[in-house]
């Protein structure tokens, strides 16, 4: 089967549906509460759905690393395999949730996933949702995501929506009212690449539109974006969903429009389908008032039902409705978990303590706010976990000796709680008593989020109260691995320089604490890479408002990062030797056995990653890769 569903017959039915409806039902179906129309046997439905790494908001779910750690593990091929394990729950979800006989939010089968903006400045709060700062890494990760979701049958299995449509990525209080001025040029070669390569690779169902301007236009109602290069030149022909709130934007913020009655019409004319939020609610008044022609309406209706047909929400023959309920949080959905949070822990330095000789008399000290936090296991936009491992628990599983334990502070505070023996001191003579100590610091989703949520940072450095707690433990002595959970670049300068390992762990799912200890401990070897350059500070950076790519990201910057985008060790001694550009021989001179992703980057001209691919390497093996050229 393709990827590229044929949906003639579904547009066909759609028309021939919508052709029934009167104008005001028309208008209701285009909110993402659209409502029940019983005379046409038409259900209600709730559009808003989440699946950024897991099914989200709606009960028990596998809960996969946050997507920045799985764009770490630079493997498509895995990724593809945990959507396809997301959309099996999705369906198994909805499957129970319409025998109500209605959908109501975070129950239906249209998931707004994933984010593949470019993360081009470690700032922006929600870059973690993101596949990282390389457009074509993006791009593959964002299509093989796609195509997990949808599946290749006779029906779509859920909807994907890539998502914001586009130049978007900060600063967060700022997005409802934000312009950005920039060339087509460098709109093609960053922030359009992944949708466009998406929509050619992978066929989304739909896009989703971003809150801010581009060249002047809101992003829900450009003439540039949604008409002429979205449905123009790109040939989209799926639906496009408004990010919730921004076409009141359009009036209220942005000062583009007078009205609601006014940005209604202008989102529904550009080409905005489906509204998130409540400035639908004048679409017939827009019509009455003549800023929006009936036959502009009925065609965004005809693209909605299109895709509600797709899905096979109106057949009996959908091959999806027999996946049952006990897929959700199954043990082989588990395993795929453990394997993709492995892949996803990057290891940044090892002086040669790692991997930890395990045994009786071994002593470790874990310290720090993250150790036993479940929150840096979900990250944002999570489904509730029904089992999950901290980082603490996956080491006192794992070691065989003695761990000894010490929150130390709080994320961002000192002393969490004195009476609870917990404090500097506390953590001092956990340390005293250890053989090595696993400090676990960083960063959350309270700290690194969306407006409302944590929001963006000002400074690459560790909070205060965490920065006191490592200098307290690096004067012990002990030796030292510093593990750093967060979703974006912290400046770990000095880890690099005194610490005997450092291992960055990007918000790691329900299997994050099992995963990081199979890597401490040598069952399995490090194979992710840096998804993002890792800076010493935001001294080093252009203004955060500024969307020119000129001095971020690998391909721009010219000063010395602390870690480079797609560094990453393993526990085996790995030789390239390239023959020309697109081929190498990769060699594995010793130790264990790993997986490892082989990067293809251009030898002239500006860095640009051409092509990547994992493989697996036992002792002593020999693989030659061969890249074909990028598309």
């Not at 919730?244 to 989102?267: P, R, W, Y």
């Not at 203004?543 to 690998?554: A, C, V």
Request: charged letters at 25%.
């Amino acid at each position: 089967m393709s990827f590229k569903l044929d949906k003639t017959e579904f547009r066909k039915q759609a028309v021939k549906l919508v052709a029934q409806m009167t104008l005001d039902e028309k208008c209701g179906q285009m909110l993402f509460t659209a409502p029940a129309i019983p005379r046409l046997g038409i259900p209600a439905y709730n559009w808003w759905n989440e699946a950024l790494h897991g099914v989200a908001r709606c009960g028990t779910a596998t809960v996969f690393p946050q997507a920045i750690g799985m764009a770490a593990s630079f493997n498509d091929e895995l990724l593809h395999e945990v959507a396809v394990a997301i959309s099996d729950e999705a369906r198994a979800n909805y499957n129970e949730y319409k025998k109500f006989g209605e959908t109501e939010q975070y129950q239906g089968l249209t998931f707004w996933s994933p984010n593949i903006n470019i993360f081009r400045d470690p700032r922006w709060g929600r870059g973690h949702e993101t596949y990282g700062e390389d457009p074509y890494l993006t791009g593959r990760m964002g299509t093989a995501f796609i195509r997990g979701l949808q599946g290749e049958g006779k029906y779509r299995k859920v909807d994907a929506t890539i998502k914001h449509f586009a130049v978007h990525s900060g600063p967060e209080k700022l997005r409802h009212e934000f312009n950005v001025d920039i060339s087509r040029e460098e709109m093609d070669e960053t922030y359009l690449y992944a949708f466009k390569y998406c929509i050619d690779h992978a066929d989304p169902s739909a896009v989703m539109g971003a809150y801010n301007r581009v060249n002047g236009e809101p992003c829900c109602g450009s003439a540039q974006l949604l008409q002429d290069i979205l449905r123009g030149e790109w040939g989209f022909d799926g639906y496009v969903v408004s990010d919730c709130g921004a076409i009141c934007d359009f009036d209220q913020h942005h000062k583009v429009t007078k009205n609601g009655i006014e940005s209604a019409a202008l989102a529904v004319n550009r080409g905005c389908d489906l509204n998130c939020g409540s400035a639908y609610s004048w679409l017939k008044a827009a019509v009455t008032e003549g800023l929006l022609s009936e036959e502009v309406l009925t065609e965004s209706v005809v693209r909605l039902f299109t895709a509600r047909y797709a899905l096979g929400m109106f057949a009996d023959d959908c091959e999806y409705d027999r996946i049952p309920y006990d897929t959700v949080c199954s043990e082989a959905n588990r395993k795929l978990n453990l394997r993709m949070a492995e892949e996803s822990i990057v290891l940044l330095k090892n002086d040669g303590i790692l991997p930890l000789k395990n045994g009786k008399d071994l002593k470790i000290a874990v310290v720090g706010p993250n150790a036993d936090d479940k929150l840096v296991l979900l990250a944002n936009y999570a489904g509730t976990m029904d089992r999950y491992v901290t980082l603490l628990a996956g080491i006192q599983e794992a070691c065989e000796g003695r761990v000894y334990y010490n929150k130390a502070c709080n994320i961002t505070n000192p002393n969490p709680s004195r009476d609870a023996g917990e404090g500097l001191r506390s953590a001092i003579v956990a340390a005293r008593q250890a053989d090595v100590v696993i400090l676990c610091m960083g960063l959350n989703s309270v700290i690194e989020g969306e407006e409302g949520d944590g929001g963006d940072r000002h400074s690459l450095d560790l909070p205060e109260s965490q920065w006191d707690l490592y200098q307290t433990i690096l004067e012990t002595g002990k030796p030292m691995i510093y593990v750093n959970v967060s979703g974006s670049a912290v400046n770990l300068n000095d880890m690099k320089k005194h610490c005997n390992a450092v291992v960055q762990c990007f918000y790691p799912g329900a299997e994050g604490g099992r995963a990081l200890a199979n890597i401490l401990f040598g069952k399995t070897s490090p194979s992710g890479r840096l998804p993002v350059t890792f800076y010493r500070s935001v001294e080093d950076l252009p203004p955060f408002e500024d969307y020119s790519m000129k001095g971020r990201t690998y391909k721009y910057f010219k000063g010395e990062p602390v870690y480079p985008f797609g560094y990453g060790l393993t526990y085996a001694d790995i030789s390239e030797t390239w023959t020309d550009e697109k081929t190498v021989t990769v060699r594995h001179k010793g130790g264990m056995a790993t997986d490892y992703s082989v990067l293809c980057f251009a030898k002239t001209g500006t860095p640009r990653l051409l092509d990547f691919k994992k493989i697996h390497l036992e002792p002593g093996e020999e693989k030659t890769v061969r890249f074909a050229d990028r598309p």
